[in-house]
């Protein structure tokens, strides 16, 4: 890795992460707060409300269901209109945002300290008290498929739903992207069942952050979710997704394309596994930032993309890494021998000292530029919790980072980009399947 230019200063230190005090406390229901108390920065207070179950506990016939569920939450409540709650947000100096992942809804709020306990009275209306009107659910889908009819013109969108079976089969991480029939058959009675189903204090967690204390912020959790109950036994949550996958080779034709969408994809491992940081680094190296092995060669040394890159996620039952380029139609074979050899090489080879240390400073430095706002520390927290993780995983992240030596990198590499284990799509024109020969028999399929 080349050394910074001579007229340039060394490296800076690393700013440290303030050390974060993280209150854990339960309340009568089970419901689990996390409070960080902070005595500076803006006079604001952050709500981040987690529950188990999302996209990958949708129904089989009903991909993409949680989508819906969680955009609907905050259109009503059984005392607010959608209208209302925005008027409310606005005049509490806040902010309210749901979203769904593979395996939860977040809700996060946020508003000027001295309207916290406001705030987290709206977030808890949301969160328990959805009215799901029936002009709203009308509205919904109607976005919802008119996103999805955008979408599915998309080549990356289409390399992505192609790839996602081939590296989860028969998981339901693999089957998560809405269909037009799936979105259709929502009714208000399914929203209702699913969200009494997932929306329980014994898999929820409540993080609060910013200018508030402890004892204000139970007082405020105990208030409004106190009574927040549930029937029966927890029926959300997915067993793990495979570890390997045999891999598949799929072609989506798409005429008079001028590019070729290029995805390489396999399973990789839990949040909570122990090979997780020494992957974390490895496809780092590989595959993140503009210094990456990958963007390095298939766009500064040969020109073949804009950018190229490779992605590992990480979540509660599993993971993945994709290997991912958009590149000129005459270099689409060239290109994915350029991805397997680079596969290939960090294997083979022990990574030098300057490069590992360079992607090691990338990643904590991104992370902690990122975590230095306190809703972003609430809402790492949150994550950290749905993909199975204690509250120290926040301030282990780094000191885990740079404990990961050269050696670990090689393995890992072996272990996890061996180019005979990769999955790969191509989206493009049928000209390029010529040039696919080498690399398997390719299943051909319209878009």
Do not use: C
């Given at each position: 890795m080349d050394a910074l230019p001579k007229d340039l200063p060394p490296y800076a230190a690393d700013q440290p992460l303030p050390a974060l005090?993280?209150?854990?406390?339960?309340?009568?229901?089970?419901?689990?707060?996390?409070?960080?108390?902070?005595?500076?920065?803006?006079?604001?207070v952050h709500f981040v409300l987690a529950v188990r179950g999302g996209l990958a506990d949708d129904p089989a016939q009903q991909p993409g269901f949680s989508t819906l569920l969680a955009e609907l939450l905050k259109e009503g409540t059984s005392a607010r209109d959608a209208n209302t709650i925005a008027q409310d947000l606005q005049s509490y100096g806040g902010d309210l945002h749901v979203d769904a992942g593979l395996d939860g809804i977040t809700l996060s709020a946020s508003a000027l300290s001295v309207?916290?306990?406001?705030?987290?009275?709206?977030?808890?209306?949301?969160?328990?008290?959805?009215?799901?009107?029936?002009?709203?659910?009308?509205?919904?889908?109607?976005r919802a498929l008119q996103a999805l009819l955008a979408a599915q013109a998309d080549p990356d969108w289409q390399a992505r739903r192609a790839l996602a079976p081939l590296v989860f089969p028969g998981h339901p991480y693999g089957y998560v992207l809405p269909t037009r029939a799936s979105l259709l058959g929502v009714t208000a009675e399914?929203?209702?069942?699913?969200?009494?189903?997932?929306?329980?204090?014994?898999?929820?967690?409540?993080?609060?952050?910013?200018?508030?204390?402890?004892?204000?912020a139970m007082r405020l959790a105990d208030a409004v979710f106190g009574d927040w109950s549930a029937d029966g036994k927890p029926s959300v949550g997915v067993g793990p997704a495979p570890a390997t996958a045999p891999p598949a080779r799929m072609f989506i034709s798409r005429s008079?394309?001028?590019q070729s969408v290029i995805r390489l994809g396999r399973p990789a491992v839990a949040a909570t596994s122990p090979d997780y940081y020494p992957l974390l680094v490895t496809n780092a190296i590989l595959g993140e930032g503009f210094r990456s092995r990958l963007n390095l060669d298939l766009r500064e040394d040969k020109g073949y993309t804009y950018g190229a890159g490779s992605v590992f996620s990480a979540e509660r039952s599993g993971g993945s890494l994709v290997g991912y380029a958009s590149v000129r139609n005459a270099v689409t074979g060239a290109a994915i021998g350029r991805f397997l050899a680079d596969y290939a090489q960090l294997g083979d080879a022990p990574v030098d000292a300057a490069e590992?240390?360079?992607?090691?400073?990338?990643?904590?430095?991104?992370?902690?530029?990122?975590?230095?706002?306190?809703?972003?520390?609430?809402?790492?927290l949150a994550g950290d919790w749905l993909a199975g993780l204690s509250a120290q995983a926040f301030t282990d992240y780094v000191p885990k980072v740079e404990a990961v030596t050269a050696a670990q990198v090689q393995a890992t590499a072996r272990t996890y980009f061996a180019p005979k284990d990769?999955?790969?799509?191509?989206?493009?024109?049928?000209?390029?399947?010529?040039?696919?020969?080498?690399?398997g028999d390719f299943t051909q399929v319209s878009k």
């Open positions: 005090h993280i209150d854990q406390r339960r309340l009568g229901n089970g419901l689990t707060v996390w409070v960080v108390p902070r005595n500076d920065g803006p006079p604001k309207n916290a306990a406001k705030a987290i009275t709206l977030l808890s209306e949301v969160a328990l008290s959805p009215a799901f009107p029936p002009a709203e659910i009308a509205q919904g889908k109607l399914q929203l209702h069942a699913e969200h009494d189903r997932r929306f329980r204090p014994d898999e929820a967690l409540l993080v609060v952050t910013g200018r508030i204390d402890t004892d204000t008079d394309s001028v590992l240390a360079q992607t090691r400073h990338y990643l904590v430095g991104r992370y902690l530029l990122h975590n230095q706002p306190q809703a972003q520390v609430a809402s790492a990769a999955s790969i799509v191509v989206v493009g024109d049928p000209g390029v399947l010529g040039q696919l020969q080498p690399y």
